[in-house]
């Protein structure tokens, strides 16, 4: 009776976080959809909103970071145009097209971070460091980032800063 008990309360667990699962995919897909209807720059407003008030931002550094942020808001829609209309043509990018945009992505990232580092003192450009080290993390790896003893590297870098 008590294995009987086990097994059905296991598979009621299981169920459980299946769901959780699901759940978290539709609330993917609904906020992804949201923000491909946004304009960039309401989108990139927003984003100098939540710096400021992550980063504690000046107003100069307000106008300076927004400027930046519409700049890229701007690119990003272009490219997911682009990206979009080469899906719906049905036409793969060769490996040299995928080289060069990986090349332009990272040269795009490397001026950006130039740039914030310019606006931004130390210690806001060190958070900002570590907030877009975070975004990256969650955004390439998402469900891969656990590692060995079900800790992330951010969990154990979190850890370690309070000791």
Known sequence: MKKILIVVLALFALQVTAQDKKEDRKNRKEKMEHHKDMDPIEMAKIKTKKMTL????????????????????????????????????????????KLKKENDKLDHLIATKREMKKILNAEQYEKYSKMAERRMMKGKHGKMKHKKGGKTKEKRERKAEKE
Do not use: C, G, H, W
Request: proline share 5%; charged share 45%.
């Open 54 to 97: 992550a980063l504690d931002l000046s107003q100069d550094q307000q106008n300076k970071v927004e400027k930046l942020n519409i700049k890229n808001a701007q690119l990003r829609k272009v490219t997911m145009e682009k990206r979009k209309a080469l899906k719906d043509a049905d036409k793969k990018p060769t490996p040299e097209e």
